[in-house]
């Protein structure tokens, strides 16, 4: 063969990788969520956020310790955390951000996506059912308590857990999983939702904004 055909050809062999691997990522450069999925008029990314900036670019501040989550929630300051705060968490779950960080002008979630407010929330979970909607949305696995879904609807729920408004503990990993909505109830309090392992149940609750919960982002 030809040294120079082959020469060009490994350099566009490269390039389409290159092209493929940069150019899908529904969060553009804010992010790496790579699916998604439609359910009913809906379309959801099918993974728990895990981004450390605002759109904008300004960095999220990461609350390691107590104290730090304490000093956020005392100056009502937008932080995220890992659950534990191991990283290896943030892999499988995502970050656990609290409702400051949901409600930030910068925008946490990514161009063209947005924080699902509570009708949003009401809306997928009277598409699926209100009595088995956790079933539907829960992943086949992780959960303790032989509490796994079906996921037959691609929401790929898992039980990341919780961050403690007040002292900073963590609580509740492979038993429940809980994610922000984008409304307000009261002043200190916003709505989430939380399924469990122990039934099919979606809980919607008002919740401290200074707690840590997920984030699930749905399209504009």
């Known amino acids: 063969m030809n040294i120079k055909k082959l020469i060009l050809g490994i350099f566009l062999f490269t390039a389409a990788i290159l092209l493929v691997a940069f150019s899908y990522n529904p969060q553009g450069s804010h992010g790496n969520i790579n699916e998604t999925v439609k359910i009913g008029t ?16 300004d960095i999220i501040a990461e609350a390691k310790t107590n104290e730090e989550w304490e000093k956020a929630r005392a100056g009502g300051q937008p932080v995220w955390c890992y659950y534990d705060t191991d990283p ?23 161009e063209g996506w947005h924080i699902p407010g509570d009708e949003e929330w009401n809306e997928l979970v009277d598409y699926l059912g209100t009595s088995n909607a956790g079933t539907k949305m829960k992943g086949i696995s992780g959960w303790n308590n032989n509490g796994n879904g079906t996921n037959e609807c691609g929401f790929n729920g898992l039980p990341g857990g919780y961050r403690y408004s007040s002292d900073g503990t963590f609580n509740n990993i492979g038993d429940y999983g809980y994610w922000w909505s984008s409304t307000e109830n009261l002043s200190n309090n916003a709505w989430y939702r939380v399924a469990n392992c122990f039934d099919g149940y979606i809980g919607r609750y008002p919740g401290n904004k200074r707690t840590g919960f997920s984030v699930r982002c749905i399209k504009d």
């Open 88 to 110: 290896g968490n943030g892999k499988k779950y995502g970050k656990l951000y609290n409702w400051y960080a949901v409600n930030d002008t910068r925008g946490l979630a990514p």
């Open 42 to 57: 809906q379309e959801w990314m099918s993974e728990n956020l895990n981004v450390s900036t605002f759109r904008n670019g």
